[in-house]
């Protein structure tokens, strides 16, 4: 499977430009949650109020990669989706009192979709995946689909926000929250490939590895999750 990364942008605490990402990715470590938002000041207040710090994330990073296209694809990934907005909404219903429907209809998995779909006025295909370890590569196989179906670009979209402490003993797997945009194109940039194997689980979520990768001009990297093995060959310099 061959495709081109033509463009990418990624967000987390304290790291916004290109140049702060390659600063991490030489020395990559935890970070602190400040609470911090992403600039989300391209869409009018009304509709920014709405907004988790997930979608916020997610438009922040897709918006100005879109830029440009009036009719863009996109695929979203996110194993844990809106967990503090679910969780606030199942806290409610433990305590018997009646829940939003405006809360609620926007902590389904796919409505950060549909609020992307609605700000752009773009009805594009759009795709919405809750993946487990290998989530950027099973979004990246859904996203390079849509090319060889004619699209000129599709965007694709992982990102994953800071669990509540409730959940700190089953999810190990995100270290800080995040959010990565790549814009892909048809080309031979890029082969992913998969086979069976195991192998160690890797210190970063794959969406940030493929970053160290990106900005070190690396030619290689492989993943393993449970019995497949992702490799990803960089096939022009």
Aim: charged fraction near 20%.
């Amino acid at each position: 499977m061959h495709f081109r990364i033509d463009q990418w942008r990624a967000w987390a605490p304290g790291l916004d430009s290109t140049d702060d990402w390659r600063a991490w990715c030489r020395a990559p470590a935890p970070l602190e949650d400040g609470q911090q938002q992403p600039d989300v000041g391209f869409l009018p207040a009304l509709q920014r109020r709405r907004l988790s710090r997930l979608a916020r994330m997610m438009l922040h990073v897709a918006w100005p990669l879109a830029e440009g296209h009036e009719a863009l694809p996109l695929v979203f990934a996110s194993r844990h989706g809106d967990a503090p907005r679910t969780l606030a909404l199942l806290s409610e219903l433990a305590r018997g009192e009646p829940l939003s429907p405006t809360q609620f209809s926007l902590s389904v998995h796919n409505a950060i979709i549909g609020l992307w779909s609605i700000q752009r006025g773009d009805t594009s295909e759009m795709t919405a995946l809750a993946a487990e370890g290998d989530g950027l590569e099973q979004a990246l196989l859904e996203a390079v689909s849509l090319l060889g179906e004619g699209a000129p670009a599709v965007l694709l979209v992982v990102a994953e926000e800071m669990p509540p402490a409730l959940y700190s003993p089953y999810v190990d797997d995100v270290p800080f929250p995040y959010a990565v945009a790549l814009r892909l194109t048809p080309g031979v940039d890029w082969r992913l490939q998969l086979q069976s194997g195991s192998g160690p689980r890797a210190d970063w979520p794959h969406a940030l590895n493929l970053l160290r990768a990106l900005c070190d001009e690396r030619h290689c990297l492989e993943h393993y999750w449970k019995n497949r093995q992702w490799t990803w060959s960089r096939t022009t310099a």
